[in-house]
């Protein structure tokens, strides 16, 4: 008995003088307004759920504050906050508001947040299916979808069908302006998904080229193997008399090629994009990659990647089996 009652001694003094250890202070103290342009009730669910992390608002419970737990949570809101911070959305134009709802709910669908280990103690963050519906409809408001007339069909069609049978390449296509070079070949790469941009009217096939399509069938994806080229084509949204969405005007090519050593000031990977029909290379200057980086850098821990490859037919016929 004497034994067991040193021992618990021993812990709680061990407890006691583990908590002289604090992490940074990060809850500044600045109440997070609510966000312009955004319905009352899309407010309170993403106040409740997303702002403890992802604003300057910091909503601490007493748990939070003790260690070693409060390093944890600190860690979480710190890496929340650069990933995405609610607190600037008032200064944001509307189609980075709009880009921002689509990023957020699309973690939310994926799974991904709120993070699991987070939820777990802070019931609040969790979102049930009324929630996220009522999200997923606001989202959707964002950008009208109007059903194409018959000439824009036509025009998207004859487009696509050049696309399709190479009728649009550019052997004179200008490089980008850090020097990467257009790939005019990536249209016989295998598609390995989609996404539907409902912000801004737009839709995105994926392509992959061999060694990208072989580090998905092997699940060796983070990090990608050097060699690994994507290619991200956005057409804008037609919209059928029956509802049915279906590429239209071409927008633009993104690529990625991922060569850790060479590009290792990049993150591993060169950027590069070509807007409209005439292959038009995007930025001014050699370093507008920094804004690719930016824009990608939320999926730091899954090497700079947005892409959940979809299965392709030699995985789903292993899954059959």
């Not at 912000?199 to 998905?216: C, E, L, Y």
């Not at 690994?228 to 956005?234: E, R």
């Not at 690529?255 to 930025?283: I, S």
């Amino acid at each position: 008995m004497k034994n067991i009652n040193k021992l618990i001694w021993i812990l709680l003094a061990g407890f006691l003088l583990i908590q002289l250890f604090r992490p940074e202070n990060i809850n500044d103290g600045k109440p997070t307004q609510d966000l312009v342009n955004v319905p009352k009730e899309v407010n309170t669910i993403l106040r409740n759920s997303c702002f403890d992390c992802h604003s300057s608002e910091a909503n601490l419970r007493w748990y939070d504050k003790i260690t070693p737990a409060n390093f944890l949570v600190t860690s979480h809101i710190k890496e929340g906050r650069e990933a995405l911070d609610f607190s600037k959305w008032n200064s944001w134009p509307k189609l980075q508001q709009n880009s921002t709802i689509y990023y957020a709910i699309n973690k939310v669908l994926s799974g991904e947040m709120p993070i699991p280990s987070y939820a777990a103690i802070h019931s609040s963050a969790k979102l049930n299916e009324r929630q996220i519906e009522i999200l997923k409809n606001y989202a959707l408001s964002l950008a009208s979808r109007k059903i194409s007339d018959s000439s824009q069909i036509s025009s998207a069609e004859k487009q696509y069908n050049s696309w399709i049978n190479g009728e649009l390449k550019h052997p004179t296509v200008k490089p980008s302006p850090n020097g990467m070079q257009y790939i005019p070949d990536y249209r016989n790469w295998k598609a390995i998904s989609t996404t539907d941009r409902f912000d801004n009217g737009t839709m995105r096939i994926i392509f992959g080229n061999d060694i990208a399509v072989k580090a998905i069938q092997e699940k060796n994806t983070n990090p990608w193997p050097d060699g690994t080229s994507f290619a991200k084509t956005a057409w804008k949204q037609r919209v059928n008399n029956d509802g049915s969405i279906a590429t239209g005007e071409f927008v633009q090519v993104e690529l990625m090629v991922k060569d850790a050593k060479k590009y290792e000031k990049t993150k591993g990977w060169a950027w590069g994009r070509w807007k409209g029909n005439d292959l038009k290379p995007y930025g001014e200057t050699p370093d507008f990659d920094k804004e690719c980086i930016e824009c990608h850098k939320p999926m730091e821990n899954r090497d700079y990647v947005f892409t959940s490859p979809l299965y392709l037919i030699s995985q789903l016929k292993k899954i059959q089996k």
